[in-house]
Each structure stands twice: as C-alpha cells, then as structure tokens.
C-alpha cells in the first residue's frame, strides 16, 4: 500500500503500541521498572528515564511527521532546546535570530553564556547581518520561523545551504509552524525543535519538547542527552500529547481559517500601529511564506500603539484568556513583553521589534465571528483609553 495521507496517519497515530491488548490507543504505561528474566537479556523496556512506550509511539509519530528516522521526546519545549543547544561544544559560538522566543533568549544569555558559548546575533530581516553572522564561523545557528511573536519568515533552503558551506548546523524551532505547514529537514535544516505543549498537545493540558534530526550522529546524542540528564517525557504527557495529535490536521485547518479572518479584520481597523500575519499581502514575508509553508499559522499579532492600550484591550477580551502558551484550542492572547519575552532586556525588546503596544493572539478553533466580535468590544475599549 502506498503511504496514506497524513490526516489518516494522525487519526491512527500510535495504534501499534498496544502492548497486546488489541486497544486502539496504547494505554498509559506508568511503571518506571521493567523486569528481566536474565542479567544480560533485558526486555524491550528496561527503565522509564531511559524508555517508555507512550513516550516511543509519540516519539514515532512526530519523526513521521517531520520525515526523520526518529524524534527525542523532552520533558518540555525548553528541556528539548537545551539539548539542541549543547550540540555547540564549550568556547563555540552560536548564531542567534533576533526574533525568537523570550524562553530561547533565557537559556542562550544564562545557562549557555555560563557553560562558555559566545552568543552573536542576527536579524531574520537583514541578509546582511546573517551572512557577517556566519563569517564568524559559528558552531550552530539558531533561527525560529515563524518567529514569536512577529511572525517575520527566513528563506530555510537558502539559509540552510549557506549554513551548509560555511560548516555551521542549522536548529530552527518549529513550534508555530509544525510539520504540517512546514517540514524544515526538508530544506535542508539540521535539527528541529518543537515545544509540543502548543499544537501538538493542543489543550493546554500538558508539557513537553521534541527535538530530531535526519542525521544519526545527532539523533544518537539527543538521545543520549534525553536518557542521561532525565529531562525526558512523562508517560502521561506523552499520552496525553498523542491524544492531541490525533487531531492537529483539524485543529489547524480551523484555526489558521480563523486566524486569517481575525488579521483581515484587524487589517481593516484605521487605529491599529501595525497588524502582523505572514498571511497577509501587506506582511514582508508573504511571498516567501506562501512558497515554503502550507498555510500562515494560528498567531496573529497587531500593535495597538500605546502600553495602555494594549492592556486594556487584552483585558478586556473575553473569549481570548490572557495566559503564557499558544496553540489551544481556546483562543489565547499575551503581552509579550511582560509575559512571554519578560527575560529580554529593554534594548533586546526593542531590537526584537517588540514594542509596548504588541499584542499577540493565539486563534483557537471557535467561530470566527464571535472572536471577531470579541476582538472589536475589545479595541472600542482600547480606543477609549489615553
Ligand atoms: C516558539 C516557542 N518555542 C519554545 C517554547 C518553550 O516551550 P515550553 O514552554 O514547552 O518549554 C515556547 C513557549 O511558549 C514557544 O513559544
């Protein structure tokens, strides 16, 4: 039989992992030892910090999904960064986009700074600064696309082969994207890292991360990270994680639908500083994002000009929660810098773009028209405030 579709791969995802009971979902396997008849004839499963059945059906599915011959599930999207980072040996540089995730920023400018990388940084909006970026000879190269929270795009074919000649790894976290609108391997990008507390779980239940790769060396000290350190998926967010998976073609289908109404009518709006969504015409990565995605995402950002005004506009939605995640079926909204991007200082903010008035929606899967309805109560609220 020739592959199936992806929508019937996700419906089915992990069936094989029943363990002999014939369940349709593997069931939630929560002993951390496993027995063995003989010293040195060990089971399939020996040690849950070591291996796991949930965890190795999720681990199957989302290297599937990505194309690669296997994944490393991580107790969280920062746990599965962390591991991709230390791929940069002590005293190596990293080369950082700007825009990416204030957790990112956190674990680059603390931990990794401490252990001895030295951090340079570029722009996804300026080639220039990637290529003087990459004539530093760096270890690895970070970059997010879509990036959060202004969903600015890179070219990943391009900036992987340029990556490539000068002999860098190329890790971009693929978070708002997921392999269903975007299969960066594919490009010729080294590694991916997911937070799969967002779509992929998709209920703002549960925690986790995943990295891949399509090269085994890689794959191999994922790995090795994942199982020595500890930091590696519970079974029950593993299962929990699958569960959402299951139905993440549906999800995004309906939330990039919404999204997209949600940024034309923003887009519409006279007061509003800027409206940021790759889907767009009027967005600078467009073009490029019509050729390398499958669709624009789920995120919608737009400035509404003044601190306060973005408060008060987020404060008062009703059906977005203000909260710190992104890819539920519940809408969600942020103010990134008191939230998700809290650890950036005041420069790196403003060097991110990241003005007071950003706002940040995550656009669920409701109907359209009552978020839009939600969204303009909220902004006649906003426009009244000083
Ligand atoms: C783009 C992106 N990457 C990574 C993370 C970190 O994931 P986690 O919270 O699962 O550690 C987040 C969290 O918001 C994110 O938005």
Redesign the pocket.
């Known amino acids: 039989m020739s592959k199936l579709h992806v929508d019937t791969r996700l419906a089915h995802a992990g069936e094989r992992y029943d363990l002999g009971t014939g369940a349709v979902m593997p069931p939630i396997s929560l002993a951390s030892t496993y027995r063995r008849d003989k010293v040195d004839a060990p089971g399939p499963y020996t040690y849950a910090r070591i291996d796991n059945p949930n965890r190795a059906a999720l681990e199957e599915v989302v290297a599937d999904l990505e194309g690669a011959p296997d994944a490393v599930a991580f107790a ?6 962390d591991a991709a980072l230390q791929l940069a040996p002590h005293g190596g540089v990293v080369l950082a986009c700007r825009e ?5 920023y956190r674990l680059l400018t603390s931990l990794h700074q401490e252990r001895g990388i030295t951090l340079h940084w570029f722009s996804l909006a300026d080639s220039a600064s990637l290529q003087a970026g990459l004539d530093q000879k760096p270890a690895l190269l970070w970059l ?1 696309s879509p ?2 929270p202004l969903l600015r795009l890179i070219d990943l074919r391009k900036t992987a082969a340029l990556a490539r000649a000068a002999g860098v790894r190329t890790v971009i ?1 693929n ?2 994207a997921t392999p269903l609108l975007q299969r960066p391997l594919e490009f010729g990008i080294d590694v991916v ?6 779509y992929f779980g998709g209920h703002s239940d549960t ?3 995943i990295a891949l790769s399509l090269d085994p060396v890689i794959l191999e000290r994922l790995r090795f990270i994942q199982r020595a350190k500890g930091g590696a998926l519970a079974p029950f967010d593993a299962y929990l994680t699958l569960r959402g998976l299951r139905t993440l073609h549906l999800r995004l289908a309906t939330a990039c639908s919404n999204a997209h109404a949600v940024a034309e009518f923003l887009a519409r709006q006279p007061d509003l500083a800027a409206v940021h969504y790759p889907g767009l015409p009027t967005h600078p990565d467009h073009a490029l994002a019509g050729r390398q995605m499958a669709d624009f995402g789920a995120i919608v950002s737009a400035d509404l000009g003044t601190a306060p005004r973005a408060k008060a506009f987020l404060e008062s939605l009703e059906l977005f929660a203000l909260g ?3 890819g539920g079926v519940e809408s969600l909204c942020s103010y990134a810098s008191a939230m ?1 991007h809290a650890a950036l200082s005041a420069d790196d903010l403003r060097a991110a773009g990241i003005t007071p008035g950003l706002v940040r929606l995550s656009v669920g899967i409701e109907s359209a028209a009552d978020l839009i309805d939600d969204i303009a109560k909220a902004l006649n609220v906003a426009q009244q405030t000083r």
């Open positions: 969280s999207g920062c746990a599965a960064m990416l995730y204030g957790g990112t997010e990036s959060n976290d978070t708002f890292v997911h937070s799969s507390t967002k925690l986790g991360g710190d995640s992104l998700s």
